[in-house]
Each structure stands twice: as C-alpha cells, then as structure tokens.
C-alpha cells in the first residue's frame, strides 16, 4: 500500500500466505519487481523468524530474517511468536496478555514512532494489568521452609494469577497444595517437578506440514459465511433468520 501523502510503502503479509515462508519470500519478492521496487517503507506480517524458534526443525513458516531486512527500509511489525525478541528493525510485539507459563517476562506492545524528518523509533508500552503466571521454584527440602517460600513469593499476587510451584520429585510441597488452594481461592495453583521442567523441549512441528487454504473474508461475502454458520449451528429459518441477516448487513 502506498500512502501518497507521507511517501511511505506498506508491506502486509497475512497468516499462511503463499503456504510456506519460502514460497511467501518469492512471491513477495515477484510483487515488488512487478510494482519497480527495491524496497517497502515498513512491513506489518503475521508469522514467525528463524532466530524466533530455532527448535523448530521444519523451515517451512520461518522466514528468513536477512531477507526482511533486505526488503524492508523501516520497521517490521511481525506477529505470532507470544514472546518479544527483536532482531535489528525487526519487531515481534509478542502478546498483549499472558496466556501460559513460561512468559513471564514483561506484556504489553509496540509503538512505533515514525517523524516528518523519517526518525524512527520504537517504544514498549507495557500492560501492567496483564495476568500474572508466575513460576515458584522451591529450594528448601523442609516442607515448612517451604512453605513459607511459597507463601512469601504469591502473598502480594493479584486476583486470578496463575501460581506454578516447582520442586523435585516425590517433594512434600506438593501435598501441601490443597491448603494453598482453599486459602488462596482466586488464584490457580499448578505443579511441576524439576525433572520435567529440564527436560529438552521437544516440538513436534508435524502440524506445520499440513496444507492448508486460508479463507478470504471481506464485506461481500462475510455475512454468507455467517449465515452458513449459524445455519450448520442452530435450528433457524424463516422470519427469524431474515432478520439476523438484515442485521448482520447493518453492522457490515
């Protein structure tokens, strides 16, 4: 897209485009010879980098970073991977919230602030609100000790915080964790032992090798989908289904 105004070119890639990064790569590279370009101005895409999962064995989402850099002068705005790692101009924003264990790390996203004299910078805006998942790993054999650790690491937690208490094997904490429960009732408790936890992480990417045809949805065709849907869902005819279309075609 090309916003005639600023001088700027915009790249979009959306999730699974072309099937496969290598085939997104050429095609994407065929678009910008077609339009006489070397460059966009900034990309905003869905899907993930090489140096975002190298435990990934598959290559066929991962694209190739130099690649990214090459054709796009600014940022790129990448979105699938839940935690934030940038890599040079290149920015995942990660996920607004936390949804699992394992990001405990800092939630929010990106602004990107780009000035009439083609400054560019980007700025984290943190979401301090974010649900907590917080791991609490024990160092004291001594179920007491133990305790005590674990009741000083959740005692300032907020409301629906997600609490993982990490120990050896066979570890007295976890037969304790019953009375956590019943005295800490808005927060969830969940257990893991540290064999597990160091264990290598295995992916299986087998999903990543199914093809897949993405939908195309714009105004023309989404109320027809939704219809369709309700249809396979709910046992609606007539009048009633009249109405929902002509209201669908209202918000549309």
């Known amino acids: ?38 460059k966009v101005s900034m990309a905003i895409m869905h899907g993930m980098c090489r140096y975002q999962v190298p435990e990934l064995t598959s290559e066929r989402y991962k694209y190739d970073e130099s690649f990214l850099l090459n054709i796009v002068d600014g940022f790129i705005n990448i979105g699938h991977i839940h935690t934030r790692e940038k890599n040079s101009r290149i920015v995942p924003q990660g996920s607004f919230g936390r949804l699992s264990h394992g990001e405990e790390e800092a939630k929010g996203g990106s602004l990107i602030h780009w000035d009439a004299n083609g400054e560019r910078k980007e700025f984290f805006v943190e979401n301090t609100e974010a649900t907590k ?30 609490v993982r208490v990490r120990a050896s094997v066979g570890h007295a904490i976890f037969n304790v964790l019953d009375r956590f429960k019943k005295e800490h009732v808005t927060l969830t408790f969940t257990k893991i032992t540290n064999e597990e936890a160091e264990k290598p992480k295995l992916i299986d990417d087998t999903l990543l090798n199914v093809d897949y045809t993405p939908i195309h949805i714009d105004k023309e065709n989404i109320v027809p989908m939704l219809l369709e849907r309700v249809k396979n869902r709910q046992e609606i005819t007539g009048q009633s289904l009249t109405k929902l279309e002509n209201k669908l075609r209202e918000l549309v």
């Open 1 to 38: 897209e090309y916003f005639e105004e600023h001088g700027v070119t915009c790249l979009y890639v959306p999730d699974e485009f072309g099937g496969g990064a290598a085939k997104a790569q050429e095609l994407i590279q065929k678009e910008l010879n077609n339009l006489g370009l070397s």
């Open 133 to 162: 998942f917080v791991t609490v790993k024990i160092t004291f054999n001594d179920v007491e000790k133990a305790s005590a650790q674990l009741q000083n690491k959740i005692k300032d937690l907020p409301p629906f915080s997600h």
